[in-house]
């Protein structure tokens, strides 16, 4: 891999990063817990959930000729994260769920209406179509799957997987589906970013609700649940699991009890 390709292609995200702190200020926390990354796992770009990975080639190519295509791909890769999308391991239909996935994602970033995100061509009227379909609401992508199978959208799978596709969701598959256990690049991206990691007793959510204060929608509300919140919270039992120092409890504590 050519290293000075790849620190463009690093270079080229940071920015756009910036760029996108103007327009989504409260999405500060996950715009700094994701960097790029040039891989040679992918010869497009696509996220495994802690990082952006990419082929140097490919960006770079792609940034020169479209450059809001990368905007807008940007924003895509981060809203998969945000709403888990990666590890949703049960689905029967693969390929239904990666396009609902990212209709999902675009029918959010097109109701922005941001300048410096759109696209144009046929696949902004094939999801213009679709959204329409969909309606007001942002369905999420179970919703937008279960459409897929009842063939609601009149078109055929190829038209709306190169309307809506951006990047390389193979490397969803490394992707761990467990709860509360992090990849070894989650906790280096923690010590990376200072941060810290916590952890709530499972099966408590019920009991740990009344330590919550305050809840505020930050953005999206019509996706209930799914909507991003601004908590509030006092006496909230939390452990720290994984800090900025490299500790990292799911290790210490199974070896402790080895003893």
């Known amino acids: 891999m050519d290293r000075r390709q790849e620190e463009l292609g690093i270079h080229i995200l940071e920015n756009i990063r910036n760029e996108l702190y103007y327009y989504f200020p409260y999405l500060d926390g996950a ?4 960097s790029g990354k040039g891989s040679e796992q992918t010869g497009t770009i696509g996220t495994d959930g802690a990082f952006f990975l990419f ?17 807008r791909g ?13 590890f949703r391991e049960d689905q029967e239909d693969r390929r239904l769920w990666n396009l609902a996935c990212d209709i999902a994602v675009e029918q959010i970033i097109s109701r922005e209406k941001i300048p410096i995100l759109e696209t144009g061509g046929d696949a902004k009227k094939i999801r213009e179509k679709v959204f329409h379909i969909l309606g007001d609401r942002s369905d999420s992508a179970e919703k937008i799957c279960r459409k897929l199978k009842e063939q609601a959208f009149p078109f055929h799978l190829e ?3 190169e309307a809506f596709h951006f990047d390389d969701h193979t490397l969803w598959d490394t992707c761990t589906g467990e709860k509360g256990k992090r990849t070894k690049e989650v906790l280096d991206a923690v010590v990376r970013n200072h941060a810290v990691y916590f952890a709530a007793v499972g099966g408590a959510g019920a009991l740990l609700s009344k330590c919550i204060t ?16 601004k908590i509030t919270v006092e006496h909230f039992p939390v452990i720290v699991v994984a800090d900025c120092h490299g500790n990292n409890l799911y290790e210490t504590a199974i070896l402790e009890y080895q003893k």
């Open 214 to 229: 305050k809840s505020e929608v930050i953005c999206y509300d019509d996706l209930g649940a799914e909507a991003i919140r």
């Open 31 to 34: 715009f700094a817990c994701i």
């Open 74 to 86: 940007y924003l895509h890769m981060l809203l998969h994260c945000l709403y888990l999308h990666l």
């Open 55 to 71: 082929s140097p080639e490919y960006l770079l190519e792609l940034y020169v000729k479209r450059p809001e295509a990368v905007r």
């Open 159 to 161: 038209e709306l997987e």
